[in-house]
C-alpha cells in the first residue's frame, strides 16, 4: 500500500469528477468479496460499502443504506423538495412537526431515525407504509 487514499479531479464538460483510488492488499479484497457474496446485495455494492466504513466514510448497515435510498427515492420521484419545506409539509399533514434536521439526516442516510418519523415521511410522500415499515425492521438489525 502505498500510504492511504488518492483523489484526483477532472473537468469534463464542466461538470467534475473525482475519482478515489485506494491500495487495497488483494488479500483483503478477497475477504471483502466473499463476506460480500453472502448478502443480498451485489457483491460490489457490499465491497464498495465495506471499504468506506473502514475508512469511516459511512457508518450504517447495507440495510439502512437501502432504507435511506428508497426513501430518496421516493422524495425525488415526488420533486425533492427542499428539507425545510418537506418537514414543515409534514407537520402541517400530521400534526406532528419533525425538524428539517431530522428529514436531511433520514434521505442522506446518516443513521436510522425513529420508526414514527419515517412514517411520517412516507405518508407525506405518498409512499407505501408496509413497505417502508418492513425496510426499517431490517435496517435495526
Known sequence: MNGGPAASCARARGVAE???T???PDDV????????ACEVRAPEDQALWMIKCSLGMRQVSPDATLLSETLRSLWLRKGGTSTRKLA???????G???SHTTVSVALAGRRV???PVIERMVKVLGGDIEEFRAL???AQK
Do not use: C, F, Y
Open 113 to 115: 431515525v425513529s420508526w
Open 22 to 24: 485506494i491500495d487495497i
Open 18 to 20: 473525482v475519482l478515489l
Open 29 to 36: 479484497m478477497e475477504g471483502l468479496k466473499i463476506r460480500a
Open 136 to 138: 426499517w425492521m431490517e
Open 88 to 94: 414543515r409539509r409534514i407537520g402541517e399533514v400530521t
Open 96 to 98: 406532528e412537526p419533525v
